[in-house]
């Protein structure tokens, strides 16, 4: 099968892609490497550095390849960011996504698997953990534009017939994650443990996120590709952890002798996230399998590796 993954030189992209290639299917990436890396894609996927803001090209490369699937990961991923600029946020996520949907659309691509945030677009949780008919009330622009884009899904679907599926992720997390920014919390903990400079943590460290291993969250996308069933599914493990617990964890794996430095809170993150995962077990058959202790070994493996070959 032809498959073509936007944002398939990130973090969670290119993992989905080189399972792709290891399954038998041809992956096409599109990636303006805006915070994606090319030493992450695959050798043997077709490879274009397009902006998803960029219609007509977006276009073309449809025209050009004829994918059956896409996998749509191509994205702005910074809530701070999305505070900073939510203009800039919109363009990319929103404006992205309709650019490709009308592609997909025109070029009669069979199906959609789009990535969502579980964190983002639930808000402050009412219930925990939260199940796909919770409140939908994000406290971010970055929330607000992924709500947008899911009901643009549900509009091309009801309209046109495109078949799709909404992954909604907890954070997500592994080897590959970028540890500049703050997406990615594990990351830059344990790439600056390793390198010894100071942690900060935002708030008190009490505030909780569901935290799921970057390969785990790859079957829950080919598990959404090979299946018929539409709508929302949250993809996590439905256990709450502190990102002090998190620090302390890492700490050890580092054997580190470092104590965080505590600064404010930041505007737009919640204080609580745990997404309930029965909706995907049901109809996806998919569970978690990687244990916390064991996806924060490999993280921290993965880079310490990096650190040592530059």
């Keep these: 099968m032809k498959v073509l993954v936007t944002g398939g030189a990130g973090f969670i992209g290119s993992h989905l892609v080189d399972r792709l290639i290891a399954d038998g299917h041809e992956a096409i990436v599109v990636d303006d490497l805006s915070s994606g890396c090319a030493a992450h894609v695959h050798p043997q996927a077709a490879f274009y550095g397009t902006d998803i803001r960029d219609s007509q090209a977006l276009s073309d490369i449809l025209t050009h390849e004829r994918p059956q699937v896409v996998f749509h990961h191509g994205a702005q991923v910074s809530v701070r960011h999305s505070v900073a600029n939510p203009a800039h946020d919109a363009s990319v996520n929103v404006i ?11 070029h009669r691509v069979e199906r959609l698997v789009f990535a969502s945030s579980g964190g983002a677009i639930y808000g ?14 994000p406290v971010s622009p970055y929330g607000v534009a992924k709500l947008a884009c899911e009901h643009y899904l549900r509009c091309f679907h009801s309209i046109h017939g495109l078949s799709y599926a909404t992954l909604r992720y907890a954070n997500v997390y592994g080897p590959r994650q970028s540890s500049r920014g703050e997406s990615g919390v594990i990351a830059l903990f344990a790439d600056r443990l390793l390198r010894g400079e100071p942690v900060c943590i935002n708030g008190d460290g009490y505030q909780t996120r569901d935290f799921v291993y970057v390969d785990d969250v790859v079957e829950a996308n080919i598990l959404a590709m090979q299946s018929n069933a539409h709508g929302a599914f949250n993809v996590g493990t439905g256990v709450e ?14 054997r580190s002798a470092a104590h965080p430095e505590y600064t404010p809170a930041k505007a737009g993150e919640q204080r609580r996230s745990v997404l309930d995962i029965n909706r995907i077990t049901r109809q996806l058959d998919w569970r978690p399998r990687t244990a916390l202790a064991d996806g924060l070994a490999r993280t921290t493996v993965y880079f310490g590796s990096r650190r040592e070959h530059g």
Excluded: M, R, Y
């Excluded at 953990?129 to 919770?134: D, F, I, S």
């Design 124 to 137: 402050e949780q009412e219930t925990f953990p939260a199940n796909e008919t919770h409140t939908l009330q």
């Design 241 to 254: 952890t502190s990102i002090n617990d998190i620090f302390v964890h890492l700490k050890g794996f580092t």
């Design 96 to 106: 992205g996504l309709l650019n490709l949907l009308e592609a997909c659309q025109h």
